[in-house]
C-alpha cells in the first residue's frame, strides 16, 4: 500500500512540477511559498474544496479551472500501472506487515505468518482530493479512495494444541482518506525533501476469514481473535496520527515523526440515567475509554453491579500526539459476564475544545453510534472531568496528578505490600501521588427547589459528605423555604484529595421522615489546581434547583525522604 501511495504521490505532484517548468521559464528561481501555491493551483482543477484555503488571485495565470471536478485522469493512469504496483508492493507489505501482527497475536495462537499476499486485479480509486493546509513550509493534502479488491491473502497460523490453519482474508471493501504531507519544501527538485502518508479516517474497512479447506469454527474465538488483530494492526500502524515518512532527498526528518505533545488526565465521574439492558435486575455498567482505539491504550473501569446511577471516581491517563484532531472516546457497557458485553452508549470529547491547563466538567449525552447519529432515545448521560497539560508549557500551571510526590518510607512500604498484592508486584506510580489538606465547604444557598409538601413549601438541609471517610457534616434546616440559605462552612481534613470525591445532598425536613430533593457530586480537581473557587451547581436527580457553594483548598505540609 504505501508503493500505490508514492505512485500516486508521484504522479499527482510530478505532473503538476512538469506543468509549471514548462509555463514558467524562472519557475526554478521561484520562492517556496510560489512553488506551495502551484501544486495546490493544480490540485484545485479537480477539486472545489481548495477555495478554502487559496483565493483566485493567488493562483498563477496560467492555470485554467476545469468544471470536472473527478479524478478520472489520475485513476485511469493507476488502472494502467496496476499489475506492476500489485508485483512490487505485495513483499513490501507482507515484511513490513508481519510484524506488526506478531505483536497483536492472540495469546491463543503460537504463529500467525503471511503464506500468500498479493493485492489482486482491481485497482483502487480515488474520488476526492483537498488541500489542508499550504505554505513556504510545506503542503498538507487529502485523497479519499474506495477500493472493493480481490487480493489474495492466506494466513498461516499455528496454534499452542499443534492445529495449523490456512485463513483467507477476502471480500475486502475499503473507503478511507489518505494525508499526505509534503515537508520541507526546498529548491531542489523535486522540491520537497519528504513525504508523509497516513490514513487519516477509516470510513469503513470489512473483510471475511475462511479456513482453506476447512471451518472456521474450529476453534472457538479465533475469528473474532484474528479480526481484531488484523484492526489493531491498521490502527497502530498506519491510522492518524501515525505517519510513513519517506525521504526524498538526504536530510534529518526526524521532526516530522510522532511525538507526544502532552498528557489528557480524565476523571471518570460518574453517570445517571443510563439504559436497562437487563430483564431482571439492572445493568451492570463498566466504561471504556481510548484516545487511539489500540488495545494497550485503551482504559477499561470497573463494573457497578446493578446500578443505573453509578458513580465511579475513576482516573485515567493519555497520551495525546494531536489534539488539533484526536478525541477521547468514552463507551459505557453492561457486563453481561461470561458473555458478550452489550453497549448501553457511547460519547467523546474532541481535544481541541479544552483550554490547555484548565479542567473541564462536562455531562455528556450517550447515543448509539457516533458516526450515525439519528437515534433520539435517551441512553443516559456520563460525567466527566477532563484536564490537557501540554509538555514544555510556560502557562506557569501545573499537572495535580504528576509524579513528583516521594512517599515516606513507612507509606513506601504500605503501599507497596498492597499494591504488589493487587498488581502481581507491580506498583501502580499514579496511586503514589497523594495530596493531602484541608477542604472547606460553605454552602452558601439553593433557589429554585421542587417543592415537596403540600402546601408547595420545603424545609431543606444539606448534608455534605466526603466519600472516602464518609466524613458527614449537615446544615441548619431553613423551614418553609424554596430558596433557602444557609451561609454555613464546613471543614474536612483530606487525606488523598485527587482521589475523592464531595457529596452534597439536598433533603427535607419533615416530622416523621425526609424527602430526597437532589444532590451535586464534586471532585475535587479544580479546587486543588484553583485553590478557591465559587459556582453554582444544576442538582441532579430533581425536577429543578441549584446549589450555590464557595470551596477552598488548604495544603497540608508533610516532612518526606528526600
Known amino acids: 500500500m504505501s508503493f500505490v501511495l508514492g505512485v500516486v504521490i508521484g504522479v499527482l505532484v510530478g505532473v503538476g512540477l512538469i506543468v509549471g517548468f514548462v ?26 474544496d481548495s477555495r478554502k484555503i487559496f483565493t483566485p488571485e493567488q493562483y498563477p495565470p496560467w492555470v485554467v479551472f476545469s468544471n470536472q471536478q473527478k479524478l478520472n485522469w489520475l485513476n485511469s493512469h493507476l488502472e494502467k500501472i496496476w499489475p506492476f504496483v500489485d508485483e512490487a508492493a505485495s513483499e513490501l507489505v507482507k515484511s513490513s506487515v508481519e510484524p506488526i501482527l506478531e505483536q497483536y497475536r492472540p495469546m491463543i495462537l503460537a504463529s500467525l505468518k503471511f503464506s500468500k499476499f498479493t493485492l489482486g486485479t482491481v485497482a483502487p480509486q480515488f474520488t476526492g482530493i483537498s488541500i489542508l493546509e499550504g505554505g513556504s513550509e510545506g503542503i498538507t493534502m487529502e485523497l479519499e479512495m474506495n477500493w472493493d479488491g480481490n487480493p489474495s491473502i492466506i494466513l498461516d497460523i499455528m496454534t499452542y494444541v499443534g492445529v495449523g490453519l490456512p485463513v483467507q482474508v477476502k471480500n475486502i471493501g475499503f473507503t478511507g482518506i489518505f494525508r499526505l504531507i509534503f515537508r520541507p519544501l526546498v529548491d531542489e527538485f523535486p522540491c520537497f525533501g519528504a513525504v508523509c502518508y497516513s490514513l487519516r479516517k477509516k470510513k469503513k474497512l470489512d473483510f471475511t476469514l475462511k479456513v482453506v479447506g476447512g471451518d472456521m469454527t474450529a476453534i472457538p474465538g479465533i475469528s473474532d481473535a484474528i479480526e481484531g488483530t488484523i ?7 498506519i491510522t492518524w496520527p501515525v505517519r510513513k515518512i519517506i525521504p526524498i532527498l538526504p536530510g534529518d526528518y526526524s521532526d516530522l515523526e510522532l511525538k507526544p505533545t502532552g498528557v489528557l488526565e480524565v476523571k471518570l465521574v460518574q453517570a445517571k440515567e443510563l439504559t436497562n439492558k437487563d430483564i431482571i435486575g439492572k445493568s451492570d455498567p463498566f466504561a471504556e475509554l481510548y484516545v487511539r482505539p489500540v488495545r494497550d491504550r485503551m482504559k477499561k473501569s470497573k463494573t457497578i453491579n446493578n446500578e443505573l446511577n453509578p458513580i465511579w471516581n475513576e482516573h485515567f491517563e493519555f497520551v495525546v500526539e494531536d489534539p488539533l ?10 457486563d453481561e459476564g461470561l ?28 447515543v448509539k453510534d457516533l458516526e450515525i447519529q439519528r437515534d ?6 456520563v460525567h466527566l472531568e477532563l484536564l490537557y497539560c501540554p509538555y514544555g508549557t510556560t502557562n506557569g500551571f501545573s499537572n495535580p496528578f504528576a509524579d513528583n510526590v516521594q512517599l515516606t518510607s513507612l507509606e513506601k512500604v504500605l503501599k507497596s505490600g498492597a499494591e504488589a498484592a493487587q498488581n502481581g508486584g507491580e506498583i501502580n ?22 417543592p ?20 458527614k457534616n449537615k446544615t441548619r434546616v431553613v423551614p418553609e423555604s424554596l430558596n433557602p440559605v444557609w451561609n454555613q462552612t464546613f471543614d474536612f481534613v483530606v487525606e488523598d484529595g485527587l482521589h475523592d470525591m464531595l457529596i452534597l445532598e439536598l433533603w427535607d425536613h419533615d416530622t416523621f421522615g425526609k424527602d430526597y430533593m437532589g444532590r451535586c457530586i464534586l471532585t475535587l480537581t479544580r479546587v486543588l489546581m484553583e485553590g478557591e473557587y465559587k459556582e453554582i451547581f444544576e442538582l441532579d436527580g430533581a425536577k429543578s434547583g441549584k446549589l450555590n ?11 518526606r525522604d528526600s
Open 376 to 381: 433520539q432515545k435517551n441512553r443516559g448521560q
Open 429 to 450: 506510580r499514579r496511586k503514589d501521588v497523594i495530596v493531602r489538606g484541608v477542604l472547606s465547604v460553605t454552602v452558601i444557598s439553593a433557589e429554585d427547589l421542587a
Open 452 to 471: 415537596t409538601d403540600l402546601m408547595g413549601k420545603a424545609d431543606p438541609y444539606v448534608v455534605v459528605t466526603m466519600k472516602k471517610t464518609e466524613t
Open 23 to 48: 509555463k514558467s521559464e524562472n519557475y526554478r528561481s521561484k520562492c517556496r511559498s510560489e512553488l506551495a501555491t502551484t501544486i495546490a493551483a493544480f490540485a484545485r482543477m479537480t477539486v472545489e
Open 339 to 366: 458473555q458478550a458485553a452489550e453497549l448501553i452508549g457511547c460519547a467523546h470529547v474532541r481535544l481541541n475544545e479544552l483550554e490547555p491547563g484548565k479542567v473541564k466538567d462536562v455531562w455528556l449525552k450517550l
Open 325 to 334: 484532531t484526536q478525541h477521547l472516546v468514552i463507551k459505557i457497557y453492561d
Open 549 to 559: 457553594l464557595h470551596l477552598k483548598w488548604a495544603p497540608q505540609p508533610l516532612y
Open 231 to 237: 484492526r489493531d494492526a491498521i490502527e497502530d500502524s
